[in-house]
């Protein structure tokens, strides 16, 4: 008599506490972190444009002693209009900061682009908003 062992059915689960761990070249990144990612150099794009817009705006209104000049009306309408995007594209720095960081904890993906989408999107953010404040103060 031959002894032999039984081999578990092919279509049997693991055992609970156990999980199959991927090789990190067949985990995909997170479409969030990809996302965050993009509108994280979207929104910094659009800060860039948007100081030298209003930089622009503004120049012809100041003199060189420091008095400000009233503006236009199609001037300060421009500039609402600016002021209008500005808050937007704050909305959306916002969401990206917050897809950026429900993309960090997930577990089955690569995390790389969420994290750096968060870091980026959070550190722009601070960042206007920090000067934002500033010159409302200052």
């Known amino acids: ?3 032999q062992t039984k081999s578990p059915p092919l279509n049997q ?3 609970p506490g156990q999980t199959e761990i991927n090789p990190p070249e067949d ?3 997170f479409r969030y972190g990809i ?3 993009v509108i994280s150099i979207v929104t910094l794009i659009g800060y860039i ?3 030298s817009l209003g930089t622009t705006m503004i120049e012809p209104y100041i003199t060189p002693d420091g008095k400000v ?3 236009s009306q199609e001037s300060l309408e421009a500039m609402t209009s600016l002021a209008a995007v500005f808050i937007i594209i704050v909305t959306i720095n916002l969401i990206g900061l917050l897809i950026g960081l429900i993309g960090s904890f ?3 993906h690569k995390r790389s682009y969420s994290i750096l989408g968060a870091i980026i999107n959070g550190v722009v953010l601070f960042t206007i908003l920090a000067l934002f ?3 409302l103060n200052g």
Do not use: D, G, R
């Open 106 to 108: 997930s577990k089955t």
């Open 49 to 51: 444009l948007m100081a």
């Open 27 to 29: 985990i995909k990144q």
């Open 1 to 3: 008599m031959k002894h």
């Open 69 to 71: 000049l009233q503006p």
């Open 13 to 15: 689960k693991e055992p």
């Open 133 to 135: 404040v500033f010159v």
């Open 35 to 37: 996302i965050s990612f």
